[in-house]
């Protein structure tokens, strides 16, 4: 072979080995740019749900801090309202213990309402023998109350009644007024001066006096 024949295959071989090396680089970079797209688009998915992992999670966290304060803001307005609420109705109840020494101004209303609540323990007792324990400054008046709740009674339950006024142990004269009325031998005392009635009232007929003030509470379901 001569040497013009020797350098055309070495010419032949080079060019083929080079276009071989042309193609598999060719290969490689479509298979480099593959890979990279691959994990170029992991990559994305990945940033893309950990952005909406930090999304949601501070959107719940906005979420639950608005709720926390909305409900201080509720809590703290129902505690002022509430506040108010019990702040009218002290005030409804001290000026109404303030009323009621003037109860006693007019001696016939006053004759009256002893008597009615010298009846109502009475009735509650339904005993032969009771006693009435008043303030010394009503005994004239008291003593009225009780004959006429004598008369009234014994009319009533066609029974026999040994009624007295307790001279012995008289109310406190800073009471404001009404009495007591006392069965077997002392041990049963009922007590209706206007003081322990108007406690009473506090106490029974709170509920509707807030229905009347304030409206009926939506949010009870049970009452007494």
């Known amino acids: 072979m001569s040497d013009d024949q020797v350098a055309g295959e070495l010419k032949k071989m080079t060019a083929f080995i080079r276009q071989e090396a042309l193609e598999k680089a060719k290969e490689i ?18 940033e893309t749900s950990s952005i909406d992992s930090q999304y949601e999670k501070k959107f719940k966290q906005a979420s ?5 304060t909305r409900s201080t803001l509720a809590n703290k307005t129902r505690i002022k309202v509430l506040s108010a609420r019990q702040e009218l109705l002290d005030d409804l109840f001290e000026k109404a213990s303030k009323k009621l020494a003037g109860f006693t101004d007019d001696k016939s209303k006053y004759q009256v309402m002893c008597k009615n609540l010298i009846l109502e323990g009475l009735y509650a007792l339904n005993e032969t023998k009771v006693a009435v324990r008043a303030r010394k400054a009503d005994y004239d008046v008291v003593k009225k109350a009780i ?7 014994t009319e009533t ?8 006024l307790d001279d012995k142990n008289p109310q406190p004269e800073a009471s ?25 009232l506090e106490t029974d007929a709170l ?3 807030r229905n009347t003030l304030f409206g009926k509470n939506e949010n009870r379901k049970f009452y007494d």
């Open 207 to 209: 509920p509707m006096i």
């Open 176 to 200: 404001p007024g009404g009495l007591s009325i006392v069965g077997s031998n002392g041990k049963i005392d009922i007590n209706n001066t206007f003081d322990e009635r108007l406690r009473l």
């Open 64 to 68: 639950m801090s608005q709720q926390i």
């Open 29 to 46: 970079q479509i298979k480099a740019d593959e890979e990279f797209a691959i994990e170029k688009s992991k990559l994305v998915r990945q």
């Open 147 to 153: 004959t006429d709740a004598k008369k009234e009674y």
């Open 157 to 164: 339950t066609k029974k026999d009644l040994s009624l007295e």
